[in-house]
């Protein structure tokens, strides 16, 4: 999520030789809706100071580094690098009020600090315009994210009493010799699978009509395995306007309340998966 990793290099062509000068780049944490030079402390990654390159109305949020990727074999180093990054980004957001989210590791490289500097305003310039176009879509909006679940012994056990075709097979069972029997529970289990499938993406059908009316915009993300023997049935990332929260949480909790079901809604965020495309 967030904004393409873009590598802008000063390298002059036709050079004899290559100059052995260790290239310097810019980390980029996102572009802020204000044309403000500031400095944000040493907030950054590993405590790099974090500072801001303006142009015109709009801001890039930057710490200056080697142009090297941040790259580890220790799982609990990169967490703490994406939670650094991540916390720049929401600090950010709240002193500005619109940000653009970069992915992980975005950087913008020059042979000097002064190249990546200079490369890095060339970039917002020459994209300020689709810059600006996308700040304004996520202006006064927030992210969200949205997981409904659901019981499927609940939902299982609802066919059985509801379901005409299933509560009749579940009758004839108890008539049946044993050996017959078998064959018959093999049939409902069969049948009961089948139904739950159908009621499944009938649920994701009604419930996303029912969020998307709420939100700016929407994605659909994979489900995910649930803990307490729960199935999830729809996860959606939201773009939601400040004016539109309240219904949407009420919405959900609407939707909490139906027999079998639950519902998981976490944020605000910044709009880390809707910053992409053009």
């Known amino acids: 999520m967030g904004l393409e990793t873009e590598y802008v290099d000063d390298t002059k ?31 950054g990654i590993s405590g790099h100071e974090v500072y801001t390159i303006p142009y015109n109305d709009i801001c890039a949020v930057v710490h200056h580094c080697p142009a090297q990727p941040y790259q580890s074999d220790n799982q609990e180093v990169m967490k703490t690098w ?40 060339d970039w917002l310039k020459r994209e300020h315009e689709n810059l600006r176009n996308k700040l304004d879509k996520v202006r006064d909006r927030a992210e969200y994210g949205v997981q409904i679940f659901w019981d499927p012994n609940v939902i299982a056990q609802n ?35 089948r139904e739950m499938e159908t009621s499944a993406d009938t649920c994701f059908r009604v419930f996303y009509s029912r969020v998307k009316k709420h939100t700016g915009d929407i994605r659909v993300e994979k489900t995910k395995k649930a ?12 773009l939601v306007h400040k004016d539109k929260y309240a219904g949407l949480g009420e919405e959900l909790s609407q939707i909490n309340q139906m027999k079998g079901f639950s519902v998981r809604f976490t944020g605000p965020w910044p709009p880390y998966s809707f910053v992409g495309g053009s």
Request: aromatic share 6%; proline share 3%.
């Open 13 to 43: 062509a036709g050079q004899g030789q290559k100059n052995k000068v260790k290239e310097e780049a810019l980390y980029l944490y996102c572009v802020a809706d204000g044309g403000e030079q500031a400095s944000l402390g040493a907030i």
């Open 82 to 121: 994406v939670i650094e990054h991540q916390g720049v980004v929401d600090m950010a957001w709240k002193k500005w009020g619109t940000v653009l989210p970069s992915s992980f590791d975005t950087m913008i490289k020059g042979e000097s600090r002064d190249g990546a500097e200079q490369n890095m305003k």
């Open 159 to 193: 066919l059985m009493e509801t379901n005409p075709e299933i509560r009749e097979l579940n009758k004839e069972i108890k008539l049946k010799p044993k050996g017959l029997a078998y064959m018959y529970r093999q049939k409902l289990e069969n049948l009961i699978k």
């Open 227 to 238: 803990e307490q023997n729960l199935q999830m049935v729809l996860n959606l990332s939201c």
